[in-house]
């Protein structure tokens, strides 16, 4: 029976190379380059099935390591091809759509990078302000089918999440309309059908998540799935893995065996080049045309990348090697001096010197810039999250930068991503409600309970978790959380933050603040207050580039200072907090803490408290 077979990637997010730009040492397990050798198995696999295949990219491909974040600095010259669209034409990558992170560089940029591309790039919820699409709402393939006399239409098209509108106001705002994904689909897809294709193909740049459709969703793949006329997608954004897992076992619609959306094929590929996403779809030929009669979904994980490289991965690896060089010299150059270690191991729990250190170059720069404005009036606070500190990223992913000189990839440790410092005004009440969505990153303790109870809930991601400089407070995890993990309402009567001071006084619902913190938050990013942030202020300077002139202007530092919060864990308990397998000798003194050891999944086990 004929076959087609899609090969696809997702949020690479510009590893190419196999290397840990942060930590500075080869790392041969993740990047397109080992992608690419697994990439070519499955096509040769394929083919000598005699099966078409078909190899495409979901986005969120340009930003993400120091190689695209130095590319995106720069910017890119006349002519000049971005190394990770010259890789994925090296690989020979025939679709592409980008992803919501390619926008942090600004409009030009993402026109310039993709514009260079040799393969079509399709989005079809994206348009210029005057209505001109931004990129192909859909192209239509011809691929000839192994012993079949009529070829194949294959249509793609692709979608983002509509909030880049709000993630990069500041770069974008009034140059782009960003429709729903799924309104914007309901049209393309029958156009792609109008125009010819037999088989229909969506890169939705979109995660997997239940609920009732509302409009706007972040993660819309579910919903995308019930659009007549799909027959496979590629799924990505969350950086999950699927089939497989549990995650998203009780969404109605969602087969995690077969990897299936209301019955279509809708793989995601995990994240930096872990895995590669597969749909062959089965086709028969009836009333002059080709149509799918059986679709299969998998992941397959990408194995190290050995040495010598083998030959499908070195134009990977020769497309990148500039930049490759490029990143290596920017990432070691030096920018200060830390007296002591800067490690996220046990920032959760309080001993928070790397938020501190955060907050305070956000909080310094924001009140230098908003000096004799009517905004200096209000009292300043500012928020900040680590970005490394385990959870979803695994016993590896976290920062740990040794005394000593600090290099602009220590840095990156702190604040990967290339989010610009802002402020948004707020009041009291919104103030309680943004601590109340970061301490859904505990699991909730029973004091009753005397056998052993997990503090952290490992699928809350760690860059959700902000602690807020100039406020003392108390968080209490034997308390319900009033948020879920995406940021829903789950319980409106929870109160897991209690005894909030500002300047040692309890802190008011009317209270009017100015928080500094960064155009992801404030643009909605979590969906803190709902995603209802008033921003005040803005800037284009990145975050990190804030983090560098505060180190370079403070001399070596001591991370002394601390947030002022701590946890309320009920006495008697066997309460069990993971962590990196390198926590071991970094143990806050302030803290109980009984080593237990590194588990069977790679973390480091303490019990905390007495």
Known sequence: MPRLRLIATSDLHAHAQPYDYIHDRPDPRHGLAAAA????RARAEAEAAGAAVLVCDNGDLLQGAALGDLIG???????????????????GCDAATPGNHEFNYGLPFVEAAYGAAPFPVVCANVARADGTPLFAPFVVIERALPGEAAPLRIGITGCLPPQIALWDKALIADKLVVRDMVDALAETVPALRAAGAEVVVVLCHSGIQGGRREGGEENAAVFV???PGIDAMVTGHLHRVFPGGTEFADIPGVDIEAGTLHGVPAPMPGFHGSHVAIVDLDLARAD???RVVRGESAVRPVPPLPEPAPEAARPVLAATAGAHARTLAHARKPVGET????????????DDGDLALLAAAQEAFVRARIAGTALADLPLLSAAAPFLAGGRGGPEAYTDVPAGPLAMRD???LYPYPNAVCAVRMTGADIVAWLERAAGLFARIDPAERGPQILRDRLFPSYHFDMIRGLGYVIDPTRPSRFDRDGGLADPTA?????IVFEGRPLRDDDVFLVATNTYRAGGGGRFCGGRLETVFTSTTLVREALRDFVAASGPLTLADRLTWRLDLPAGCEILYATGPGAAGREPPGLALEDRGIGPDGYRVYRVGT
């Open 339 to 350: 007296l002591a270690p800067i490690d996220t191991y046990f920032t959760v729990l309080g």
């Open 37 to 40: 050798a697994e990439i070519a």
């Open 495 to 499: 109160r897991r933050v209690r005894d």
């Open 73 to 91: 600095g720069e910017g890119l010259a006349e002519g000049e091809t971005h190394p990770m669209i010259a890789a994925l034409a090296a690989l």
């Open 411 to 413: 840095l990156a440790a």
């Open 288 to 290: 002059d045309r080709w």
């Open 225 to 227: 799935a019930q659009i």
